[in-house]
Protein backbone atom coordinates (compact mmCIF):
# COMPACT_ATOMS: atom_id res chain seq x y z
CA UNK A 1 0.00 0.00 0.00
CA UNK A 2 1.25 3.24 -1.24
CA UNK A 3 0.93 5.57 2.19
CA UNK A 4 0.18 9.83 1.39
CA UNK A 5 2.45 11.80 4.32
CA UNK A 6 0.90 14.74 5.44
CA UNK A 7 2.99 17.98 4.39
CA UNK A 8 1.66 19.90 8.03
CA UNK A 9 2.21 17.00 10.47
CA UNK A 10 4.09 14.06 8.12
CA UNK A 11 1.27 11.67 8.94
CA UNK A 12 0.87 8.62 7.04
CA UNK A 13 -2.35 8.76 5.86
CA UNK A 14 -3.86 6.02 3.33
CA UNK A 15 -3.34 6.33 -0.44
CA UNK A 16 -6.52 7.59 -1.15
CA UNK A 17 -7.34 10.33 1.68
CA UNK A 18 -7.74 13.54 0.36
CA UNK A 19 -7.15 15.25 4.21
CA UNK A 20 -4.80 14.33 6.80
CA UNK A 21 -6.35 12.10 9.37
CA UNK A 22 -4.49 13.78 12.47
CA UNK A 23 -4.23 17.47 11.79
CA UNK A 24 -6.64 17.72 9.05
CA UNK A 25 -4.77 19.52 6.16
CA UNK A 26 -5.25 19.08 2.10
CA UNK A 27 -2.84 16.12 1.03
CA UNK A 28 -0.60 15.73 -1.80
CA UNK A 29 -1.53 12.95 -4.26
CA UNK A 30 0.73 10.09 -4.88
CA UNK A 31 1.12 12.03 -8.47
CA UNK A 32 2.72 15.18 -6.91
CA UNK A 33 6.48 15.93 -7.77
CA UNK A 34 7.72 17.73 -4.47
CA UNK A 35 7.11 15.52 -1.18
CA UNK A 36 7.56 16.83 2.71
CA UNK A 37 8.65 14.91 5.17
CA UNK A 38 9.05 15.64 9.25
CA UNK A 39 12.33 15.18 10.72
CA UNK A 40 11.38 12.16 13.60
CA UNK A 41 13.35 12.19 16.32
CA UNK A 42 11.97 9.89 19.33
CA UNK A 43 13.03 12.11 21.89
CA UNK A 44 11.23 15.65 21.03
CA UNK A 45 7.57 15.64 21.30
CA UNK A 46 7.32 17.69 17.76
CA UNK A 47 9.92 18.84 15.45
CA UNK A 48 10.63 22.40 13.72
CA UNK A 49 9.65 22.76 10.41
CA UNK A 50 13.09 24.17 9.60
CA UNK A 51 13.68 20.85 9.94
CA UNK A 52 11.51 19.54 7.30
CA UNK A 53 12.95 17.12 4.24
CA UNK A 54 12.18 18.32 0.94
CA UNK A 55 12.52 15.53 -1.63
CA UNK A 56 11.91 16.04 -5.50
CA UNK A 57 10.62 12.85 -7.06
CA UNK A 58 12.35 13.95 -9.96
CA UNK A 59 15.61 13.89 -8.66
CA UNK A 60 14.73 9.52 -9.07
CA UNK A 61 15.52 8.26 -12.47
CA UNK A 62 12.46 6.74 -14.03
CA UNK A 63 12.33 2.96 -12.88
CA UNK A 64 14.62 3.57 -10.28
CA UNK A 65 14.28 4.36 -6.28
CA UNK A 66 16.22 5.67 -3.47
CA UNK A 67 15.72 5.33 0.53
CA UNK A 68 15.48 8.91 2.57
CA UNK A 69 16.38 8.52 5.95
CA UNK A 70 14.04 10.30 8.70
CA UNK A 71 16.30 10.37 11.50
CA UNK A 72 19.31 9.71 12.99
CA UNK A 73 22.70 11.82 11.75
CA UNK A 74 21.92 10.61 8.52
CA UNK A 75 18.96 12.65 8.90
CA UNK A 76 17.99 13.52 4.98
CA UNK A 77 20.19 11.06 3.24
CA UNK A 78 19.00 9.78 0.28
CA UNK A 79 20.47 6.18 -0.65
CA UNK A 80 20.13 5.50 -4.31
CA UNK A 81 18.57 1.58 -4.56
CA UNK A 82 21.21 -0.33 -7.19
CA UNK A 83 20.10 -3.03 -9.69
CA UNK A 84 20.47 -6.39 -8.18
CA UNK A 85 21.00 -6.15 -4.23
CA UNK A 86 21.52 -3.10 -2.24
CA UNK A 87 23.04 -4.17 1.39
CA UNK A 88 21.99 -2.49 4.31
CA UNK A 89 23.80 -2.79 7.57
CA UNK A 90 26.24 -1.63 10.34
CA UNK A 91 29.16 -3.12 8.20
CA UNK A 92 31.49 0.10 6.38
CA UNK A 93 31.43 -2.26 3.53
CA UNK A 94 27.33 -1.95 3.03
CA UNK A 95 26.13 -0.17 0.29
CA UNK A 96 23.71 1.40 3.08
CA UNK A 97 25.69 1.88 6.17
CA UNK A 98 23.86 2.63 9.40
CA UNK A 99 25.91 3.29 12.34
CA UNK A 100 24.55 2.08 15.38
CA UNK A 101 24.42 -0.68 17.73
CA UNK A 102 21.07 -1.21 17.22
CA UNK A 103 21.68 -2.46 13.41
CA UNK A 104 23.42 -5.67 12.31
CA UNK A 105 26.21 -5.82 10.55
CA UNK A 106 24.27 -7.56 7.82
CA UNK A 107 20.73 -6.61 8.25
CA UNK A 108 19.00 -6.58 5.36
CA UNK A 109 18.93 -6.36 2.13
CA UNK A 110 17.10 -4.64 -1.10
CA UNK A 111 16.36 -6.34 -3.85
CA UNK A 112 15.38 -5.35 -7.00
CA UNK A 113 13.31 -8.61 -8.82
CA UNK A 114 11.08 -8.78 -11.90
CA UNK A 115 10.16 -5.39 -11.80
CA UNK A 116 9.71 -5.05 -8.08
CA UNK A 117 11.64 -3.79 -5.00
CA UNK A 118 12.14 -6.14 -1.66
CA UNK A 119 13.18 -5.72 1.66
CA UNK A 120 14.67 -8.92 2.87
CA UNK A 121 16.05 -9.28 6.44
CA UNK A 122 19.49 -11.42 6.39
CA UNK A 123 19.17 -12.97 9.98
CA UNK A 124 19.05 -9.79 12.14
CA UNK A 125 18.68 -9.68 16.03
CA UNK A 126 16.43 -6.48 15.54
CA UNK A 127 14.33 -7.51 12.93
CA UNK A 128 13.26 -5.30 10.00
CA UNK A 129 10.09 -3.38 9.85
CA UNK A 130 7.99 -2.13 7.02
CA UNK A 131 5.35 0.47 8.33
CA UNK A 132 5.69 -1.10 11.59
CA UNK A 133 5.07 -5.08 10.80
CA UNK A 134 8.02 -7.04 11.28
CA UNK A 135 9.21 -8.36 7.79
CA UNK A 136 11.15 -11.72 6.53
CA UNK A 137 10.53 -10.20 3.13
CA UNK A 138 8.21 -7.99 1.75
CA UNK A 139 7.43 -5.94 -1.57
CA UNK A 140 8.40 -2.06 -0.97
CA UNK A 141 5.59 0.43 -2.38
CA UNK A 142 6.20 4.28 -2.74
CA UNK A 143 5.89 5.41 0.39
CA UNK A 144 6.52 2.91 3.17
CA UNK A 145 8.74 3.10 5.89
CA UNK A 146 11.70 1.03 6.33
CA UNK A 147 12.75 0.68 9.92
CA UNK A 148 15.82 -0.79 10.50
CA UNK A 149 17.64 -0.50 14.13
CA UNK A 150 16.49 2.81 15.18
CA UNK A 151 16.71 4.24 11.57
CA UNK A 152 13.46 5.14 9.55
CA UNK A 153 13.77 5.11 5.95
CA UNK A 154 11.23 6.58 3.51
CA UNK A 155 10.86 4.54 0.29
CA UNK A 156 10.35 6.32 -3.09
CA UNK A 157 10.06 4.94 -6.59
CA UNK A 158 9.29 6.61 -9.80
CA UNK A 159 7.41 4.54 -12.18
CA UNK A 160 5.24 5.17 -14.75
CA UNK A 161 2.20 5.43 -11.81
CA UNK A 162 4.06 8.22 -9.87
CA UNK A 163 6.81 9.66 -12.04
Known sequence: MAYVY?????????PKAAFCSVCGAVLDSTSDRTITLTRVDALQESSSHSDDIVFHTAEVPVGGAVLVSRTGEQYGDRFALIAGATNIGRHPQSDIPLDDITVSRRHAQVIFLDGK????????????YVNQQ??????????????????????????????
Request: hydrophobic residues 35%; proline residues 2%; charged residues 30%.
Open 117 to 128: YKVRDVGSLNGT
Open 134 to 163: RVDEVALAHGDELQIGKFRLVFFDRTVDNA
Open 6 to 14: CNRCSHRNP
